[in-house]
């Protein structure tokens, strides 16, 4: 699949097939993929097969043979095809098309379709659309396999033709030379197998897909332009400075019978003239693909986006409809700095997810203000702490594939936090659309936060602003904070950062143990209502280089969160259903309010009492900037002393809990002293 012109994750050549895996995998929120136009074939096809006619029978001479309890070929008429829930697992729409389903009933070793009679001549090629991710088995380690035989008797004898090669990208077109004697009575035939191994190996796997068959004599010359670089819109790499150049390029399919060396390309922008040049040292062979770039780079002139046509040409090439792509090239006045936003679904049950308490602490600690961090918890104390986090779970549930999971930008499914380094090495670099910045105050318990976004280019439509709060070292004494944990004992590797060494930890990490970072507390709007942010936060027409501002809903915090140890995120994201952006967040930004009493003298800052009221016992948090014997004081509305307690400490964080169930209803004070001074603060208890 070609997204933003490289693949960061999707699918490997050979994808594992872990079925325990039961949570939906939605699509890609968006694929900049050029769709690859089909074969144009301007000579006599002795075959040709599209499925179009015969509905959801197999067409007349076609003929389906299984073993196994499969259902063996069948055709699908329009739409996508949901083999499993997962996004590599559904076959894109292609019009009808011939398909083998080993998920729905399973066993299919082999599979072989079978097509009518047609003549062989020399010079013919085999030209054939095909799905086909290659799945493999964990449990068993057994993997689907495709090819293509040819009999030229009538169908008494096969011949392997062809291997269907794994391609997680969608649909692919795919041309094979097809060397044997001329006959009057040759049949196709091609193959699918799960290659079951015993009687008791009955989980499927997946399937292939069959489409657009042809036995042709290919014209000797005949290219297309199936993809062009930049992608308009693609932050990747269609932004440019004014002043800077782009490189244009893209990909051709080669329809002809002979192996291309070389073609002219070239380009057109705005009312500009065409410029060209020959792309040589290529050896694209028949029916392939191949990569080129346009040999003069254009240099940006103007602000904002142009029209641009890229073109090619290959001598005797008689067919033009197929040789020219649209795309846009857009000057901007600076780079903002990028900063991807991660999302780590989570959750203590989750045995693997102890790797994402690693790589989120590695990304955020080695990458600290130019990335942001949020873990969103499903199925434990921390998921269920209100109908916000209850969303913001069930959002990221349609987007991953399985835990613990890694989205970026809200467009990519990274397929873990393993990958977090990969992705920002790749996403910092991209345009980021808008300077963004957010100021936050917490007074009161209430938080206020205004967001400024500058955009660096004009920006037309429905761009909006989402405001999420985390929490870091999140504590909790019930079972549900218990942390499960497959790393314990090291047969699954290392997995180590510098608080906690998983595999020196127990299976079941006891909730005493456990603090959790980056946890997602509250986001603006509720994203079950609207994923993409706050309607109206952002003016329709944006100017580069003008700021604009935004205040968001205040928010109360829970009297259970740790002020003084939350952050708020900003994204700035597209919402526009028509851009090749929609969905995704262009940019971040994530500060850190100051809450809290301090004393500086005294080495004493955030400190704060929760809950407030309090009934059975309350908690006071501090940071400590250096060792000290401290000594925590708890007076009445009179002054009486009602509890103290005096200890060494080290420097850092610091949780004292206070037993508060024999005081009266009332407001107390307590005081939290060092050798150097003191701060206090006030609660209450309520019975």
């Known amino acids: 699949m070609f997204v933003f012109g490289f693949s960061l994750h999707l699918f490997p050549q050979t994808k594992d097939l872990n079925l325990s895996k039961t949570k939906k995998m939605k699509k890609l929120l968006l694929c900049f993929a050029v769709a690859a136009m089909g074969v144009s074939v301007n000579s006599y096809a002795q075959m040709s097969q599209d499925f179009e006619a015969s509905g959801t029978a197999l067409p007349t001479g076609w003929a389906d043979a299984h073993v196994g309890m499969g259902n063996g070929w069948q055709v699908h008429t329009g739409g996508d095809l949901t083999i499993l829930a997962s996004a590599g697992a559904v076959i894109p729409s292609h019009t009808n098309f011939a398909y083998v389903n080993d998920q729905a009933a399973h066993n299919n070793y082999p599979a072989k379709l079978s097509s009518g009679t047609f003549t062989l001549t020399s010079g013919m090629f085999l030209v054939?659309?095909?799905?086909?991710?290659?799945?493999?088995?964990?449990?068993?380690?057994?993997?689907?396999?495709?090819?293509?035989?040819l009999s030229t008797d009538g169908g008494s004898t096969y011949s392997t033709v062809d291997s269907v090669v794994a391609f997680s990208g969608g649909w692919k077109t795919k041309g094979v030379a097809i060397t044997a004697t001329a006959s009057t009575n040759c049949k196709l035939r091609f193959c699918y197998s799960d290659n079951r191994i015993n009687a008791t190996d009955t989980a499927g796997i997946i399937g292939i897909g069959i489409d657009n068959i042809k036995v042709v004599v290919p014209p000797a010359s005949e290219i297309a332009l199936t993809a062009v670089t930049p992608i308009a819109g693609n932050p990747a790499n269609d932004f440019q400075l004014v002043g800077g150049t782009v490189t244009f390029g893209?990909?051709?399919?080669?329809?002809?019978?002979?192996?291309?060396t070389g073609f002219t390309a070239g380009y057109k922008v705005g009312s500009g003239s065409f410029v060209s040049g020959a792309v040589t040292g290529l050896s694209i062979a028949p029916f392939t693909s191949g990569t080129f770039s346009c040999t003069t780079p254009y240099s940006v002139t103007t602000l904002g986006s142009q029209a641009t046509t890229i073109f090619v040409r290959a001598t005797g090439d008689a067919v033009f409809t197929n040789d020219t792509l649209s795309t846009a090239v857009s000057g901007v006045s600076s780079f903002p700095t990028k900063r991807p936003f991660f999302e780590e679904p989570t959750g203590t049950w989750c045995g693997w997810c102890v790797r994402g308490i690693v790589y989120m602490d590695s990304i955020w600690r080695a990458k600290k203000g130019f990335v942001s961090v949020v873990s969103v918890h499903n199925s434990d104390p921390m998921q269920s702490e209100n109908a916000q986090t209850a969303s913001y779970d069930n959002l990221m549930g349609t987007i991953i594939s399985g835990y613990p999971g890694l989205?970026?930008?809200?467009?990519?499914?990274?397929?873990?936090?393993q990958n977090a380094f990969t992705y920002f090495n790749a996403l910092s670099t991209w345009y980021g659309f808008a300077d963004v910045t957010l100021t936050t105050t917490a007074i009161g318990g209430v938080v206020n936060a205004t967001a400024k976004v500058t955009p660096t280019t004009n920006l037309s439509g429905d761009y909006r602003l989402e405001l999420i709060l985390t929490e870091d070292r999140v504590h909790g004494t019930a079972t549900g904070y218990d942390q499960h944990n497959y790393y314990n004992g090291g047969s699954a590797g290392a997995m180590q950062n510098?608080?906690?060494?998983?595999?020196?930890?127990?299976?079941?990490?006891?909730?005493?143990?456990?603090?959790?970072?980056?946890?997602a507390r509250y986001t603006v709007p509720d994203l079950a209502s609207s994923p993409n942010g706050v309607a109206g936060s952002l003016p329709a027409t944006m100017t580069s280089g003008t700021s604009y501002t935004y205040s968001f809903t205040p928010v109360t915090l829970a009297s259970t969160w740790a002020s003084n140890k939350m952050r708020a995120v900003v994204l700035l994201i597209d919402n526009n259903t028509a851009s090749t952006t929609y969905g995704m967040v262009l940019n971040s930004f994530e500060s850190k309010?100051?809450?809290?009493?301090?004393?500086?003298?005294?080495?004493?800052?955030?400190?704060?009492?929760?809950?407030n009221p309090a009934t059975e016992e309350a908690n006071v948090v501090f940071d400590l900037e250096n060792d000290a014997n401290v000594a925590i004081t708890v007076y009445d509305a009179v002054g009486r002393m009602m509890y103290t307690s005096t200890?060494?400490?080290?420097?850092?964080?610091?949780?004292?809990?206070?037993?508060?169930?024999?005081?009266?209803?009332?407001?107390?004070n307590v005081v939290i002293s060092t050798g150097n001074g003191s701060v206090s603060e006030r609660f209450s208890v309520v019975r």
């Open 593 to 611: 309010w100051a809450v809290g009493v301090e004393n500086v003298a005294a080495g004493i800052k955030g400190g704060r009492i929760f809950p």
């Open 647 to 668: 200890q060494a400490m080290s420097n850092g964080e610091q949780h004292v809990t206070l037993p508060v169930a024999n005081f009266a209803t009332g407001v107390y």
């Open 128 to 149: 054939y659309d095909y799905w086909f991710p290659q799945y493999r088995l964990t449990a068993t380690g057994r993997r689907e396999t495709g090819w293509v035989e």
């Open 250 to 260: 893209g990909t051709v399919l080669n329809n002809g019978g002979t192996t291309i």
């Open 407 to 417: 989205v970026a930008d809200r467009l990519f499914d990274a397929g873990g936090p």
């Open 498 to 519: 510098t608080e906690y060494n998983f595999v020196t930890l127990p299976g079941t990490i006891p909730a005493a143990q456990m603090y959790y970072d980056f946890v």
